[in-house]
């Protein structure tokens, strides 16, 4: 499960424990997503660089909406919006994630995709199956 939601649900559907494992365990992935962007970024820039990595390349490279995300993380930890200002920000979010999936389905391009070869779904499936592994003996140690 990708969503941080059910995944909670179905834990707490388990048990309290298992509840509170499934919590603790999805927002800490969330949570290392900014570690897993950087690194990305210094590979990449590293290897489209020829092996040089500066900040100014780094930056260059570096998803900035990953700041903004930061950025309203702390505003919105602090308390500042109001109710009305959440009730706002959910309906522009739920907008914007809408736009954000259609955007992505009207750009891609199935020639582009059959020519990426098998490696990105490698890198996905591989780091889903060292999540879960994690996990469960992480589990397995607590229980």
Do not use: C
Not at 51 to 72: H, I, K, N, Y
């Amino acid at each position: 499960m990708f969503s941080t939601g059910p995944v909670v649900a179905v834990g707490f559907a388990y048990s309290e424990a298992a509840g509170q494992w499934a919590t603790l365990t999805k927002l800490s992935r969330n949570a290392l997503i900014g570690v897993v962007v950087l690194a990305y970024a210094a590979y990449y820039t590293r290897s489209e660089t020829e092996g040089r990595l500066s900040v100014r390349t780094l930056w260059e490279e570096f998803p900035r909406f990953v700041l903004g995300f930061l950025a309203l993380a702390i505003v919105g930890s602090l308390g500042v919006f109001s109710s009305a200002h959440r009730a706002a920000i959910d309906t522009a979010y739920n907008w914007l994630f809408l736009l954000a999936f259609v955007g992505l389905g009207t750009e891609i391009q199935l020639h582009q995709l059959r020519n990426t070869g098998i490696r990105p779904i490698v890198v996905v499936f591989v780091s889903l199956a060292i999540g879960s592994m994690l996990s469960l003996a992480l589990l397995m140690m607590v229980f």
